[in-house]
């Protein structure tokens, strides 16, 4: 399929903290596809230290394809992303984090997908969880395939991976793109896509090696990470996505697992049930 002749651009952001080993290592798995891209758009959110500075100055040298997008003051992963969006030149969009690893075929798969199913808005893959490399995996997040599945999904929990994500432009900007929400800008997005007819698949094969800390599980907790999933649940029950059984039920077990549980006992759940 090395005959598909459409560009696309990958969108990733890069923050303070980031690791420049790392970043260099996802940005490079995006430069080196088996169909490259187009134009690699990336946001620099705010400050970050010299020694990232200089790995963007590498990367430059090596890929004439790089655009910067530079915010002087931290905005978040939200107007990051929709910054990028907004710039990109091309009809189709990727998604990429600054510390994941994409397989070497990934948008030569996703592009296939689209070109088989023009009624399809978006599509995306499986993840794989790895801690320092690759052969060492914690975890696989796995996502429902069909259009159909993926909406009932939406209905429980985020029903896609959102790092795997190649999308049509138009479809994201008509529903108003990324805004900003605590940890759940993505699941915010495909809601709203959801509700405006939007049509969702997910490739049954893991498209982006996906980098963890020791401590991911068990920080997915707390009063402002439950206020946020309540909010979200609470969104789809007003819209009427959902039904008042639904939202109590989701909301309860976000409570358990988010507020009563300790972290320990939290991150074995997700790493043992939440993940297959």
Request: glycine share 4%; aromatic share 12%.
């Amino acid at each position: 399929m090395r005959n598909i002749d459409v560009p696309y651009t990958v969108c990733l952001s890069v923050y303070k903290n980031d690791c420049p080993k790392y970043f260099l290592a996802a940005i490079r798995s995006v430069a080196q596809q088996t169909i490259m891209p187009y134009e690699i758009i990336l946001t620099i959110d705010g400050p970050i230290s010299s020694e990232l500075e200089e790995s963007i100055v590498l990367f430059q040298k090596e890929s004439p394809s790089l655009r910067i997008i530079r915010f002087l003051d931290n905005k978040g992963h939200a107007a990051a992303r929709q910054a990028a969006i907004e710039a990109a030149k091309t009809d189709l969009i990727a998604i990429m984090d600054s510390d994941d690893i994409s397989i070497s075929n990934r948008m030569e798969l996703e592009l296939q997908y689209l070109q088989q199913h023009p009624e399809v808005d978006i599509v995306g893959g499986q993840i794989e969880e790895f801690i320092e490399n690759e052969s060492n995996i914690v975890g696989k997040r796995v996502v429902p395939l069909q259009d159909g599945n993926i909406k009932k999904y939406l209905k429980k929990r985020c029903p896609r991976n959102l790092v795997t994500v190649f999308f049509k432009k138009d479809a994201i900007q008509r529903v108003g793109g990324f805004i900003d929400w605590y940890c759940e800008e993505d699941y915010y997005l495909w809601i709203r896509m959801a509700e405006a007819g939007c049509v969702f698949a997910n490739i049954d094969k893991t498209l982006v090696f996906v980098r963890v800390g020791n401590e991911m599980y068990q920080r997915r907790g707390g009063w402002k990470y439950f206020k946020s999933e309540e909010k979200i649940q609470r969104y789809m029950f007003t819209h009427k996505l959902i039904r008042f059984h639904t939202y109590l039920y989701n909301t309860i077990i976000r409570f358990i697992l988010q507020v009563l549980m300790p972290n320990k006992l939290r991150g074995f759940i997700f790493q043992k049930f939440a993940r297959t």
